[in-house]
């Protein structure tokens, strides 16, 4: 089988493109550049293209870079800054994944002969008895990325393998060391790729959109302090609320940019019974049953129960910040999704 393996420049992509190779099948390696302006951090830095060339020369295959920056910027970059315009929290690594990984880059590798394309997700791929299949969550409880891999659908997922999905990540780095490739022991990618560590979120978005500042108000409306940029507060946060005087912990519980207003309030108000959900999508049609759903790339999944658009909890949980995707499981497997509205 022709396979095309995404190569990050991470130990997990090396070591899924020398897997792809010990099971026989003819690869090649591809790096996505997708971001053209300033990096120093996540998997578009030139040190990355680099890292995933130098594997390719170790593994003895060839390796491209696809230039989709038109795309990335179209999909992930612009809906990441009106997101934040909208007070909504986005997931770029999600959208990246959904639009490129598995929509451009595979429609490049069909139309250039291959039979699936490979990346390095802490993820499985497991097959039904009637044939379909679902996302699993991979081997590495601590490394499982099904979360950011849950959008694929039925024709993706024949042509998509994850070839670390069974491996914790020790052994992905086990293997890498044995095998004597120059990422073994790189360190993991863990911010969005196109913010920098110098600008940070609040400089790369005040260069793409106006900021406002708001006041920050209790449970009862009255003033309590003020923020720079609204559009930089998410549900949940605690950091840079600009309340003094207070020997409570304080929350931001609602964000409203049009009215220019954050309020805030303790644990308890931070807890909801349930998520409105925005374009659910189920795998194998609806559960009505009792579901696991998991609201972040690293948050603990919760019992809940799907009610038409709305997510009820067993139990009160933290408010879900809107536009983070809803991810519902059935044991270890994907059964649907939605956005948190």
């Known amino acids: 089988m022709k396979v095309m393996v995404a190569m990050s420049g991470g130990v997990d992509s090396s070591v899924a493109a020398a897997r792809a190779l010990d099971e026989g099948h003819e690869v090649v390696g591809v790096t996505l550049k997708l971001w ?26 060839d390796h491209h870079v696809f230039n989709f920056g038109d795309d990335f910027t179209r999909h992930v970059v612009d809906p990441y800054v009106a997101d934040h315009a909208a007070g909504r929290t986005p997931n770029p690594c999600v959208e990246c994944n959904r639009h490129l990984k598995f929509d451009r880059l595979l429609d490049r590798a069909v139309a250039l002969g291959f039979d699936a394309v490979a990346t390095g997700h802490h993820a499985r791929i497991v097959t039904r008895p009637d044939g379909s299949r679902r996302v699993a969550r991979g081997a590495d409880p601590a490394k499982d990325q099904s979360y950011v891999v849950h959008m694929l659908d039925q024709a993706q997922l024949a042509r998509v393998l994850f070839p670390v999905g069974d491996r914790t990540k020790d052994d992905v780095r ?45 449970g009862d409306g009255r003033p309590v302090g003020r923020v720079d940029a609204v559009e930089l507060v998410t549900i949940g946060q605690r ?37 409105e959900l925005v374009d659910l999508a189920w795998v194998d049609g609806p559960v009505t049953s ?25 139990e009160p949980r ?24």
């Open 239 to 275: 950091r840079g609320l600009g309340v003094s005087g207070s020997d409570d912990r304080v929350f931001a519980v609602a964000v409203d940019v049009p009215r220019r207003r954050v309020t805030v309030g303790g644990a308890d108000d931070l807890l909801s019974d349930s998520v």
């Open 174 to 218: 086990l293997i890498a060391d044995q095998l004597g490739l120059r990422t073994a022991a790189k360190p993991d990618s863990q911010d969005v790729c196109f913010i920098t560590s110098s600008a940070g979120r609040a400089g790369f978005l005040a260069d793409r959109t106006e900021l406002h500042p708001a006041d920050v108000v209790d």
């Open 36 to 61: 053209g302006g300033e990096s120093d951090t996540g998997c578009c830095s030139v040190s990355d293209v680099d890292d995933a060339r130098r594997v390719a020369q170790q593994l003895g295959i």
């Open 290 to 314: 009792t579901v696991q759903a998991q609201c972040s790339a690293h948050g603990s999944p919760a019992p809940a129960v799907v009610d038409g658009d709305h997510l009820r909890w067993l």
């Open 318 to 341: 933290r408010r879900v910040a809107p536009a983070q995707s809803v991810v519902l499981y059935d044991g270890d497997e994907v059964v649907g999704s939605a956005l948190a509205g």
